[in-house]
């Protein structure tokens, strides 16, 4: 089925017409599912892309069906573009998020005493990254403060912090996989601009919950992965490189003959692109399973979905809030869609198996994912529970009341 538009507008506000939307998502026949932080259910047109591709491949073979499917493959990039507001080319591919930042990450020349400012709550792969990159290079990170309530990062503090450091580099996870705080990226953008300071953007957790702008927030740099809000398959993500960026020359570590040309024996020339941040092999089936994803997330409408997926986030908050035993964690004044719980006399793993034994999706988070945040939490695990668009009010209703039933449980 492909969608219209007309389908999901109603009067003059847009409406999603859920019932067409969970028609169009073969998983909701089978689960109710919580966990879309960790990976989306995909639609039928993107599991259809891919496999078709598949079965193109098996018949006329891996390089004549990515020639075959080459203005398909562009649109990956046309498409990203207009989601995150820039052009194609400043779009690269990219297998995970994670290879998308680390990519990025390669193109900064650190020195010893080089600092990278970032926040307690950046996603932890990136700290390990920094951390990796201390040990390596001697690069200092500083971590800027949150704000006594623990609402997020303080701005202004951060503001100060990349006065008096001139980071080399200012990092910030838009929205961490550990609570459902929400960063105020764009601005502490206005701060980097304003003292001329690269600014890279984790919106892992953020890119099809929100309309992410890439203009708005002032990044150079910014990774997303296709298979959570997003809804792509498994193995895929993207990285967006700004004019900026790319006149200066950067480019990662490890470029190959997709990002550069060898233009003589001694020298290379890196495309002018943000393809000089890809490789030349690629999961064609993948990367048209998210053309189709973003195409999608476009038709749905980024607004009509920040409206209603944080939402249910809220619902479910709402009925957990006074369940003996269960305390919500997460802060700020609008969270997103990622409702973190702790639940008295429980362990996390058996807890997280009596939700699938009722086929509820969820997913854990441990201290080592957070160290920061859990620790002034004082919680060494939570339970997840992310909902999309598609899920139903019922759903949060039956999530919140298995939630509620299991507490009962662990206290007795
Ligand atoms: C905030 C955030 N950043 C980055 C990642 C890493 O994404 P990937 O697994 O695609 O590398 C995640 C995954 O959960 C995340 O939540």
């Known amino acids: 089925m492909t969608i219209q538009n007309s389908a999901f507008a ?11 939307l969970r028609a169009d998502t073969p998983g909701c026949a089978s689960v109710v599912h919580l966990n879309n ?12 892309t891919v496999v078709e591709h598949l079965e193109l491949e098996a018949a ?6 990515a020639a075959a499917r080459a ?19 400043n779009i690269a591919f990219a297998a995970s998020a994670t290879h998308a930042y680390t990519k990025a990450l390669s193109s900064f020349d650190f020195r010893p005493g080089d600092t990278v400012l970032t926040t307690r709550n950046d996603f932890v792969s990136n700290q390990i990254a920094f951390l990796s990159l201390r040990r390596r290079h001697g690069v200092r990170i500083v971590h800027a403060p949150d704000r006594p309530d623990g609402s997020g990062v303080d701005v202004d503090a951060m503001a100060a912090l990349m006065r008096a450091h001139r980071p080399r580099l200012v990092a910030v996870t838009h929205v961490p996989t550990n609570s459902g705080l929400v960063q105020p990226v764009a601005e502490i953008g206005r701060h980097c601009r304003e003292l001329g300071l690269l600014y890279l953007v984790d919106a892992c957790q953020s890119v099809g919950q929100y ?4 203009a708005e927030i002032g990044c150079d740099l910014l990774t997303a ?5 997003l809804r792509g398959p498994r193995g895929s993500g993207f990285l967006y490189v700004s004019d900026r960026v790319l006149q200066a020359g950067a480019e990662p570590l490890y470029i190959d003959m997709h990002g550069a040309r060898w233009v003589a024996p001694g020298h290379y020339r890196p495309v002018p692109s943000a393809a000089r941040f890809e490789e030349w092999e690629f999961p064609y089936a993948t990367v048209l399973g998210c053309a189709a994803a973003v195409r999608y997330a476009l038709e749905v409408g980024q607004d009509a979905v920040a409206r209603r997926t944080p939402a249910l986030g809220a619902l479910l908050r709402e009925r957990l ?9 997460d802060r700020g004044p609008a969270p997103a869609a990622l409702v973190t719980v702790t639940v008295d006399g429980w362990e996390p793993l ?7 034994r009722r086929r509820i999706n969820s997913a854990l988070s441990f201290r080592e994912f957070a160290q920061f945040d859990f620790r002034d939490k004082e919680v060494e695990w939570c339970l997840r529970l992310s909902p999309h668009y598609y899920n139903t009010e019922d759903e949060v209703a039956e999530v919140a009341a298995a939630v509620a039933e299991l507490a009962a449980e662990g206290r007795r």
Not at 60 to 65: F, K, R, S
Not at 211 to 214: E, K, T, Y
Request: proline share 11%; hydrophobic share 40%; with cysteine.
């Open 350 to 356: 058996p807890f997280k198996a009596a939700l699938d």
């Open 10 to 20: 109603v009067g003059p506000e847009p409406l999603l017409d859920i019932a067409a």
């Open 71 to 89: 203005a398909e493959t562009a649109d990956f990039y046309a498409a990203t573009a207009r989601l995150l507001n820039t052009r194609p080319g």
């Open 211 to 214: 309309p992410v702008d890439v």
């Open 225 to 229: 992965t296709c298979r959570k809000f």
């Open 321 to 329: 809030a006074g369940v003996p035993g269960v305390r919500t964690l």
């Open 37 to 48: 932080a960790g990976c989306g259910l995909m639609p039928r047109p993107v599991l259809r």
């Open 60 to 65: 006329t073979g891996g390089y004549e069906a």
